[in-house]
């Protein structure tokens, strides 16, 4: 029999504050945390907007992303067993060590390399194990939570943790504004009028288990990874496949694979950028993969920006607090919906029915898509 | 679920071959090039080296597991790469470039390469692989556990067909990884054996040269 992968811890810091409370509510509240970055110059960029992380300090002695971790993992290390396989989500890690070897001569360049960063999680989180990295782009923490229920399903480990993060950097920035990605101001998802993304950063980390061992260790059940697609367009290697058959085919995987059918799903957790193309591409997969009637379909990168390789694992403990709380946030600097997202997407919050699942969704460069399908505990 | 090797393809700065079927050729007598792709892959030439390497190594790993592929066909396979440095090469060339150009301009077509599963995305569109796509790494880089990740991936049935392999500025390697249940293609061998030979070989050379034994063993 297949082992239940399930969700018993969960944590986040994102540019609301320290803990998903705070995510839930700056989201709940219609906030956004997206406004002017302050941590490098932006005149010669597309835009001088991101969702940064107050109190982080750029280019000192610790990388972005090993400030938030060492936040987020401050005291939380009795709560996560020495024994669980250890997965690390990410795009581009400690990418900033880099600049400042580039910059200021400071270091090395190859303290960047991810498996560096690897080991030093697998410290912070008292995991014995070294782990691995996961990378898939924008879709890189849903493709690791996919991973670690494979493990669990196939019985290869009975605890895995995820962990994910991604920091706002000249780099990154500099980069997506060279692709012309970015907004202005702030990222508008789903709305007619959007016209590109804004950068976010978060570190977060899922703890999932199988349920056998979940009950005997007597862990509270937050949720269930109950099912995973992950796909590629094999497309175009910055833009969606405007027939969507790519994001259809990881969401038909993902039913598959959690035994449902799309009358199950509840709501839909979209990856939702704000880029033209990339919620074209989404709605065009959801309308065919759902043909009945608009459900209820929000992304939160209105409010927190798009975290990069944390994306899917801050959607997925704020999925599965939506499935808690019977409760879906509203779609932050929403104003008039897209046609296509017309009575889907909303800038409201709206009740839903935790009796079904959560559809959650991530895509990214190279036309990688993941979808995974959470459920109540 | 039986599962097998159906076929390997790989290259170095002196050779490059297919495993299961023998074929092995010297750099020497002529650089591998359009040849050994069914259609040629569109701006080969603005692809970074990394990404030049693995469309090399996946096509040769799909000659030799016999897989076609065309210009318009998709196909369910999926692709898992891993290497000991991840993008670092082109994470440094993007930003040097960057701050050489005044700290004001960046080039999107360096900026594209910065993240570690960019190879494997040119590869999956040369070669229309729609499955699973993604980069890992272990500490040490380990191949082994991109081939376990792949079977992993057939298992949960993610994907019928996975290629595994590890791509280096110098050399690189891709398995075919697939379900065989019925026993309907002919293959290299087990994938535990495959597994076992990969973790005992040294170098790319010798991790090739027992593999190569374990096919003719098994005919």
New interface residues.
Partial sequence: MRAKAVVVLSDMITPYGRGADKCWSGLVAGTSAISRVTRF?TE?FQSDCAATIDGLQYHQDESLVMQMLASLFDGAASQIPGDASLILAT??GE?DL??KA??DGAGD??D?????L??RVSALAGIRG????????CA?SS?AV??AA??I??G?SDAVLVVACDSVTE?IF??????MALDKTAARPFDIHRSGLSLGEAAAYLLVMSEERAVREKRPIIGAVAG???????????GPSRES??LI?AIT?AM??AGIGADDVGFIAAHGTGTVYNDAMEMGAFRAVFTHAAMPLYSIKGGMGHTMGAAGLVETIIALRSLRERTVPPTINLEEADKDAVGWATSRCRAVDRHQAALLTNAG????NAALILASG | MVISVRGIGWLNQEEYGCVRTGTRRSRRDGEPGRELFTYPVKYFGRLDGASRMTCYAVALALEDAGIGYGQYQKQDIGIIGTNATGSLGADTRYFRDYIDSGRTLSRGNLFIYTLPSSPLGEAAIHFGLQGPLLYTATHPASLSAAIDMAVESICADESPIMLAGTIEEREAVFFVVAKNDDRQYDTLCDVTEATALVNASRTLEEMITELTNAGRGKV
């Fill in positions: 110059r010669a795009t581009k990418i880099l600049e580039i910059l360049e190859s960047a390399v991810l498996q560096r690897l080991a070294e782990g691995m990295i996961v990378s898939a782009a890189s493709a996919a991973r494979a493990m399903r196939c290869r780099f500099s980069g997506f504004s060279s692709l995973w697609g992950l796909s590629d367009d094999a497309n175009h290697m910055t058959e790519g085919l995987k598959k694979s460069f190279s036309g990688v």
